[in-house]
């Protein structure tokens, strides 16, 4: 069993930038690929990016340039830095993992540990 907690959300102004975190507890050793969801109020939830355990990344197109994820495996977390906010970027995000391997994969379906997610507002 894996444990995500997210952490690092927050009231922003558009433009400004934001890292969130997400570390992973119990069998972390695991884990290995590492995905980014987020959903706003009265929306689905929404892919956002990829990252697999040798730092392989793939992000949705609304987000890519303006959204880096990384990870740091000694550490067991993983981030997402987000830059350029804009205010369609507020939602809760979600951090999720999956022991599926070989593939950046962005089906919510294929991730089966969730954190319990961390707000972000962007305000305009």
């Known amino acids: 069993q894996v444990q995500l907690v997210e952490s690092g959300g927050g009231l922003v102004q558009a433009g400004g930038s934001l890292r969130l975190s997400c570390v992973a507890s119990?069998?972390?050793?695991?884990?290995?690929?590492v995905a980014w969801f987020r959903q706003a109020p009265g929306k689905e939830r929404e892919y956002v990016a990829t990252?697999?355990?040798?730092?392989?990344?793939y992000y949705a197109n609304s987000v890519k340039g303006r959204f880096t994820a990384s990870r740091d495996n000694a550490k067991n977390t993983v981030y997402l830095q987000m830059s350029s906010l804009k205010p369609e970027d507020t939602a809760v995000y979600y951090c999720?993992?999956?022991?599926?391997?070989?593939?950046?994969?962005?089906?919510?379906?294929?991730?089966?540990?969730w954190g319990q997610g961390t707000q972000v507002t962007v305000s305009s």
């Open positions: 999720a993992a999956t022991r599926i391997l070989g593939t950046l994969t962005q089906r919510s379906d294929d991730y089966a540990y």
């Open positions: 990252i697999g355990r040798s730092g392989g990344t």
């Open positions: 119990g069998r972390a050793d695991s884990y290995y690929t």
